[in-house]
Structures are given as C-alpha cells and as structure tokens.
C-alpha cells in the first residue's frame, strides 16, 4: 500500500507517514492525497484520490452471516430492513452484502466509521436488491466487484470525472 501511495506522490516509500485522523481514519501526514483501503481474507482495496474524499469497503461475497434480515432489522434503518425482506430468499444476502458495503463505505468516507452508526445514511434497496443511495443520503455509491469470490463499494460525496480500477497480483 505505502508502495501505491509512493507512486502517486513521485516520493520514495521511505518518505511515505500515515496518520490517524480524529475518528482513527488512515490519512497522509502533510500531503494532498485522500485514500481509504479495506481487506478481506487475502485481499486489499485501495481508494485513491487527489481531491476528494472517499471510503472504500470489501466483503468477501460468500461470507455465511446470521441471516440477513435479522441483522438488517438490528442495524439498518426500518425502510432497508423491509426492502431486504421483499427480495427473493436467493439473493438476499447478496443483496444484504451489497448494503452493508455501500454503508460501510460511506461511513468510511464520512469520517466516522461504522461506531457512528449504520442507520445513519438510507439507502433503497429494489426488489431484485440492487442498492442506491436515498435522495437524502447525498452521497455517490459505485457498487464494485473486483474479483469472483469478493464485494465492494467506493463511496464518494462529489461527482467524479473518470474512475479507474486496477487489479495487482502479489
């Protein structure tokens, strides 16, 4: 990771300090690029930006979690929770996985974590569970699958130009 973000700054690895901000989020120490990563089994995600904030998330896709509707109803908002129930039992926890990294990702972005609280930003979850911010939510959420057996979300509260994604080995 502090090999990626030494690229992006033109500096050596060596030169590289990462800090905690007040809520514990990762940041650069005296510089001007924004980053977030996430980690799933044998996986890494890694955000970068050099102008706007942004929070990343990773699940690994499979993941067999208590069941999903009884985790909505103990963490999302009532709205997702009963969105979550109207989807076909097949793809429900797919659809449970996807909020939950869209939430996270958010949070992430925000500042304050998943301690600030999972209810806090709504989200619509449709019938066939896709997931998309709620108009109040105002912030962009780009749903992510960056490989067959994983799940991700890159949110951001500005609108983007171009968004490019990279998959390193190793």
């Known amino acids: 990771m502090r090999a990626l973000l030494a690229a ?6 060596t030169t590289v300090r990462i800090e905690r901000g007040e ?24 955000g970068v930006s050099r102008t706007i904030g942004l929070g990343v998330d990773l699940e690994v896709a499979r993941r067999r979690t208590r069941p999903a509707i009884e985790l909505a109803r103990r963490f999302f908002t009532r709205a997702e929770a009963q969105a979550l129930a109207r989807v076909p039992q097949a793809r429900q926890q797919d659809a449970f996985l996807r909020l939950w990294c869209a939430k996270e990702a958010v949070l992430k972005a925000h500042g304050r974590g998943i301690g600030h609280g999972l209810d806090r930003f709504e989200f619509v979850v449709d019938d066939a569970g896709a997931v998309t911010p709620a108009a109040t939510n105002g912030w962009q959420v780009v749903p992510l699958a960056p490989a067959p057996a994983y799940l991700g979300a890159l949110a951001h509260g500005e609108p983007v130009a171009r968004l490019r994604a990279f998959v390193a080995r190793g």
């Not at 940041?27 to 690029?33: D, I, N, P, Q, T």
Request: charged share 25%.
């Open 8 to 13: 992006y700054l033109d500096c050596p690895v």
């Open 23 to 46: 809520h514990g989020k990762p940041r650069l120490a005296g510089v001007e690029l924004e980053f977030n990563l996430s980690h799933a089994r044998d996986a890494l995600l890694l």
